[in-house]
Structures are given as C-alpha cells and as structure tokens.
C-alpha cells in the first residue's frame, strides 16, 4: 500500500494548479443518465472516486471517451470527458461498487425519473458518521415514487415522477442533487425549499439547464423545476475544487510562504478564505486565481463553526484544525454537520498537537512546534490534515492508507513539491 513521506519545515513558494471540483464532477456525471445523448464534461479531475463512478455508470449502459490533456508537471491535469447513455442496460446498483462511494447512491434520482424504476444499494462511503438516506427517500415519494426497503437495497418505483412541493427538513446537498435531477424529467412543476446553496449545486443546475432542463433559483435555498418530457446532449465545465483550495491555502498559512492558486475562485469559499485571513495569512484574489501569502507572524487562533454553503465547510475542518495546532493560543472548532468527523485528532495528537474534545467540539491549544510521526487516517479530508501538519512538522512524517487521498486530491505530492516541499509517494 502507497505511503507519501513528508519533511517538514520548508515554506511554500510558487503556484498550484487548482484541479475540477470532485464534488461537482459526480453529480454532473451522473446526470448524463438523464439523456441518451451525450453529456460532454470539461476540466473533469483525475481522481479515484471519478473512475469509481465511471465504472459504476458504465454498469448502467454509460459509454465514455476521454481527450487526455496531459500538460507540464506543474498544470492542471484537466479532462474533457463524453459520458453517453444511449441506453440504460440496468437500473440495478449493487452494494458491490455503492458501497465503496456513498455519490453513487445519487442514480437513484435519474434512473428513475427516466427509467421509471431504480434499484439501489444503501451506501458506504466514508466514515463520518451514520449518513442516512431518509431525505432521499421522502422527497422521491414527494414526487409520487412508491419506495420500498428491503435487504439493504431502496427500490423505487413511478410511472413518471410528479412535480410538487418539498421542505428539506435538513439541507442536504445529494438529497438537493437528487430531487433536482429527477423534478428536471417530472411531469409539471417542483419547488424545493430549505435547498442546498453549495456551488456544486449551482454547477448541477447549470448542466442541467444546458441539457434543456427548467431549473431556477439554484444557489437560493428555493429552487424552482419546471418539468421536462426530454433532456438532450450538452457540454459542462466543472467548477474548481473550492475544497482543493481552501486545503492548500491552509497549507501555506500554516508553513508560511507565498503561492499562487491558479484558476481558483475566491467566491466559492469566501467563509474560509475570511477565516484564513484572521489567522494571519494574506489572501488575494487575483484574475488568475487566489494568491496566499503568510510571512513573519505567527498563526492566530480563530474559532469556526462548520455550516451548509456559504458557512464555513465541514469538508475543511480537518484541514483547518491542522493549521489550528500551531496557533499562538486555544481556538475552538466546531462540528455541526457530521456527528463524527473527527477522527483526525488522534492522529494529530501523534504529531505533537493539544486537541480536547467536548462533544462536537475541538479545544485546540496552540503548541510551538509539531513533530513528524507515522499517521494514519479514515477519510479523505482527515488524511489530508495530517499532510498539511506534516508539512509544518519537525522532521519526517509518513501518511499511511494513501487511497483516501487519491480519492479526493489530484497529484498532490507533485502540486506541494512544486512549491518546495519535500514530500513524496512511496510505493508498495
Ligand atoms: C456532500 C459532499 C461531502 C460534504 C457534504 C456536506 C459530495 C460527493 N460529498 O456529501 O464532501 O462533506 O456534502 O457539505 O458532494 N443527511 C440525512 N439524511 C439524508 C441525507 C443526509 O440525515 O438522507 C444528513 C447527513 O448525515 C449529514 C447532513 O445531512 O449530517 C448533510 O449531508 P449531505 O449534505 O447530504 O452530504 P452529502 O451530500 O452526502
């Protein structure tokens, strides 16, 4: 199993190439269910969970071709991907390939809304909590699907699907994904309320849109879906990776240095990019990207809060609590989303760091310095917390279960040691 060693103390200079949203690539992928024309996706990342996913559509009768466009070591590895379900050979997921991505359980939305029936597998995915899929399942009937659980597979089940009216009880940014690809093939009008606002929505909706759907208000909590009897062929770009960004701007806030984010955008994280600054780093957003800077002073503490879009993200808290463990005093990090996200602690602790916790609280204090150890995590954003500690840290650290990262992050010993890190992959 991969490993990437890191030593650490080196501050961070140059540019990183800011890689497709994987959180928005999955969703517009899946929506290419929707039609049997093509769907042609631009700036699709080069990641793990995005050939998980291509596996799994292609179970379902999706055809794809790439135009690979393999730039300069320090460029985007950015894909222009044909996604083409001419026609749907299954509307079976098994637990076999949804257990390994919780996002594909997301099918079950164009599926039905174009095959009449789908059958899924209850999800995996990471480990972060029960994340249960109840939301899905009310709004599908909502929308006039009988839905039936049984051996661990939700099978549902409309002629065709029936606009109306549906209340998130809890903003849910799949269950917003879902509802938003099955309303686009219902027959008459949806309106969702308490939506999901994330970017990655406002990217689905667009997709869509292309496609010839009838959505309005996306990046409101009220979207509006007049239904349509087709979906046609179309051509997407996926958004930057906001989460991406936010990693390696924390990254370089916490080793100090000065680097360019190209092809970020600062609007889809302006809630971090704000919190990142009140830690001490300079943030500038530039035509070109994001620039970061920190230099000199040492790191304040800054207590956050996660929250749905635009809150501060629950997907870089671990990140954040990284940087938090060397701040000049106690900050406190509070989880809201997901009732176990922090399994990252332990693993801190390891390097050195003095984290407490109090509920769905982390009490952060501040230590002067971290030291490199052997580290393990058990999700994606964790893992990535112990590389940007270790990037900080004295001497040499070892990420173990590399395949997390490769599930989320796009070559990203190469993007950090072309800034002057000393990190690497060790196979085997
Ligand atoms: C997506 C992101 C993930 C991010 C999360 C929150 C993708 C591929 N993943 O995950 O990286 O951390 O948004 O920003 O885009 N919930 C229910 N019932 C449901 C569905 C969700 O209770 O039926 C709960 C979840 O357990 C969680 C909360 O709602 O507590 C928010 O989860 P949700 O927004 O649905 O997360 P995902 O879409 O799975």
Request: aromatic share 4%; net charge negative.
């Amino acid at each position: 199993m991969d490993r990437i060693r890191i030593v650490g103390g080196n501050k961070l200079t140059g540019s990183i190439p800011i890689s497709g949203a994987k959180n928005a690539a999955l969703p517009l992928m899946i929506a290419s269910l929707l039609t049997e024309e093509t769907l042609t996706l631009d700036n699709v990342p080069h990641l793990a969970d995005v050939e998980q996913l291509i596996r799994i559509l292609g179970n379902h009768g999706v055809d794809y071709s790439v135009n690979g466009r393999r730039e300069e070591q320090n460029t985007a590895y950015a894909r222009t991907i044909h996604f083409t379900a001419h026609d749907i050979v299954d509307t079976m997921a098994p637990y076999e390939l949804v257990s390994k991505m919780r996002a594909s359980f997301w099918v079950i939305g164009p599926l039905l809304a174009r095959m009449g029936e789908a059958k899924v597998s209850l999800p995996g995915g990471c480990a972060i909590g029960t994340r249960p899929v109840d939301l899905f399942i009310d709004g599908l009937q909502a929308l006039g699907a009988a839905i039936d659980v049984e051996n661990g597979y939700v099978l549902a089940k409309a002629k065709r699907l029936r606009g109306n009216r549906y209340v998130f009880p809890k903003v849910s940014v799949g269950a917003t994904h879902v509802m938003m690809m099955a309303a686009s093939l219902a027959e008459g009008e949806t309106v969702l309320e308490n939506a999901a606002r994330e970017p990655e929505v406002v990217n689905l909706a667009e997709c869509l849109n292309a496609m010839g759907a009838k959505v309005y208000g996306a990046g409101s909590s009220t979207i509006t879906i007049e239904g349509v009897d087709r979906l046609h062929g179309a051509r997407v770009t996926v958004i930057p990776d906001r989460i991406e960004t936010g990693t390696y701007a924390m990254a370089i806030a916490m080793t100090g240095g000065d680097v360019m984010l190209e092809g970020a955008r600062a609007d889809l994280l302006q809630s971090a990019l704000d919190v990142i600054a009140q830690t001490g780093a300079e943030i500038t957003p530039t035509n070109s990207g994001i620039r970061v800077m920190r230099n000199g002073a040492g790191i304040t503490p800054v207590d956050v809060t996660t929250e749905p879009f635009p809150g501060f993200p629950t997907d870089l808290q671990a990140q954040f609590m990284g940087l938090m463990t060397m701040a000049k005093g106690r900050s406190r990090i509070t989880e809201t989303i997901f009732e176990n996200r922090f399994m990252h602690v332990q693993e801190l602790a390891r390097l050195g760091a003095h984290i407490n916790l109090a509920g769905q609280t982390a009490i952060v204090e501040g230590v002067t310095k971290l030291k490199g150890a052997p580290v393990m995590a058990t999700d994606l954003r964790a893992s990535v917390s112990l590389v940007i500690a270790g990037l900080a840290a004295e001497g040499e650290t070892i990420v173990n279960r590399v395949y997390h990262l490769d599930r989320g992050f796009e070559r990203l010993e190469q993007k950090l040691s072309g800034c002057g890190a000393t990190i690497e992959r060790i196979s085997g």
